[in-house]
Every structure is written in C-alpha cells, then in structure tokens.
C-alpha cells in the first residue's frame, strides 16, 4: 500500500477535523442566478467545481455533491466543507466540462443525478463518454486537445494539461485528462481543471485567449519538495494565469476534500502573498464556497 494510501486510511481510521474549524459557506439560494440570463457570473461550489453562466447558458465544471472522492462510501477523502448551493436550488444545468476521471472530479452520483434532472450536454475528454455510456449518460460530446464543439452559441475547447487518469488499478492513463475553453457572448473563460505547471501550456492563450476570467487549481501539490508534475503550487498557478493571458483568477482545488497535506488556509495565502509581491492583487477573486461574482 502507497504512503498516501495509508495516509487515508488511517484519517478514516482516527476521524476527520472538526468542521468549525475550516471555511464558512455562504448562503446561496440561487434566487439571483435562477432569474439571471444575461449578466455572466461565476460562482464556487468546492473543490474544482464552479457554476459558470455565460450568453444564457449555466455551465457546471467537474460537478461533485457527493461526501467522498472515493470509489467507496465508508473511506477515502470525505468532505469537509459543505458545497456552496444545494444541488435542489441550482438554475438549469445546460452544460458541463469534465476535466478527467478522477474521483474528486468525476462523481458517478452526481453526474446522474444532474443527467436525470436537466439532461445537459456533457463535454469530456477521449474515452470519457463511453464511461458515462455505462451509466446510461448518452448526450455527450468527446473531444481531442484543440478540437472544438458550438452549444448553444458558445464555443467549448478541449484543450492541454498536465496530469493523468484512471479511477482503479487496471485504468490508469487510459482516458485523457484536459482543461477546457469557453467562448462566446463577448467573453472568454479559461477552466485548468487540474494540472502541472509547464510553459507549454501558454500555446492556450496564445491560440484562444486573453481570458476574462481563468479558474486554476492552488492546492494538492505539497507532497512535493520541489515542483510536483501534476499539481501547481499557489505560485506555479500564479505563474500559469500570467502564461494564459488571464484577467480574473479564481483559484480551485483547495478547501474542500481531506486529500491534501497542506492546511486547508495554505493555498489561498501562498497565492495572495506572491499576487501582492508581483502587484496583482486586484485580480484575484478569492471566492468562499456559496460566493459569486460577475465577471
């Protein structure tokens, strides 16, 4: 069994940190994002998963309500933090990007769920969509790096990163993982979904940026002592946004899941130190589960 893999179990084992102790969520009863149908807005759930409205379409990146990122109910990374809207007060669901196949990424109850009440156009990566088949999730686009689909008057981009897949032993690197592009009504949306920090990633703004907006990942890469090949550190995401052409930063993949050895508060303040430092401060939305803002 791996370090990390003991590491989980014996969290399972010994119990989890006190919810008092980690981040408030705010109040959203998704009254304002339910009558809303031309004011693009963002708004953080957890974790890596944003509610994204964008030209009258609701977008859901990476969508997980479940209680574990976890094959199994009973162990495994547990939420700690409450999403932040229940899945009962979300406005229509019309699209949704899935990065990859990892269990903090893509949860099985959730997809369905989010299948049997909106039906929304899935867009995943190559071998995503026959995973989703086995569900019985059927309207689903699957996209190579650059290829490109129009929904709804948007434009949706599979695009690089850097990291991996597999959700088991006999899968592993068998379906792509990416980071995703959103264009339309005079807007650009960048979404990482989860990736390592390379310079090759800057063809992506190169090719469909600047980006009003940029949503990177800041947690999970402390198991590193120097630079982590799936991860970026806070600075790294930094770095990343500058690379990408990005205008509003709204960091991800942190605060949410036991699944770190970071404290949950290291992230947000590693990143909002080296933002002071390069005088950038201004465009970070540091967002609370529950928040949201337009963009």
Not at 10 to 26: D, K
Not at 78 to 103: N, Q, S
Not at 156 to 163: D, E, G, K, R, S
Request: charged content about 20%; some cysteine; overall charge neutral.
């Amino acid at each position: 069994m791996s370090e990390r893999a003991q590491r989980m179990l014996r969290r399972t084992i010994e119990g989890w940190p006190a919810r008092g102790a980690l981040p408030a969520v705010l109040s959203n009863d998704g009254a304002a994002l339910r009558a809303n149908g031309t004011v693009p807005t963002v708004t953080w759930i957890g974790h890596s998963t944003l509610l994204v409205q964008l030209g009258g379409v609701n977008i859901l990146t990476d969508p997980h309500w479940g209680e574990r990122a976890s094959p199994v109910g009973f162990a495994g990374p547990r939420r700690l933090v409450a999403p932040g809207m229940r899945f009962e007060d979300l406005p229509p669901i019309h699209a949704v990007v899935i990065t990859h196949d990892h269990y903090d990424h893509l949860d099985a109850d959730t997809v369905m769920r989010l299948d049997r009440k909106f039906h929304p156009r899935f867009f995943v990566p190559l071998g995503i969509k026959a995973w989703l088949g086995d569900l019985g999730i059927t309207n689903v686009v699957e996209l190579d790096w650059w290829e490109s689909r129009e929904f709804r008057r948007l434009t949706f981009t599979c695009t690089p990163a850097q990291h991996s897949s597999g959700r088991g032993l006999r899968d592993q690197n068998l379906r792509l993982w990416s980071s995703w592009v959103v264009t339309g009504g005079g807007k650009r949306f960048f979404f990482a979904g989860d990736t390592g920090y390379t310079k090759s990633l800057a063809e992506i703004g190169k090719r469909l940026g600047p980006f009003d907006l940029a949503a990177i990942p800041i947690g999970g890469y402390s198991a590193w002592e120097t630079r982590h090949p799936n991860h970026v550190n806070p600075e790294e995401a930094l770095q990343l946004f500058e690379d990408v052409g990005g205008r509003l930063l709204v960091p991800i993949h942190f605060g949410t899941f036991d699944m770190n050895r970071e404290p949950f508060a290291e992230p947000p303040a590693r990143l909002m130190k080296a933002a002071l430092a390069d005088g950038i401060e201004e465009h970070i939305a540091l967002l609370s589960p529950g928040q949201s803002v337009h963009w």
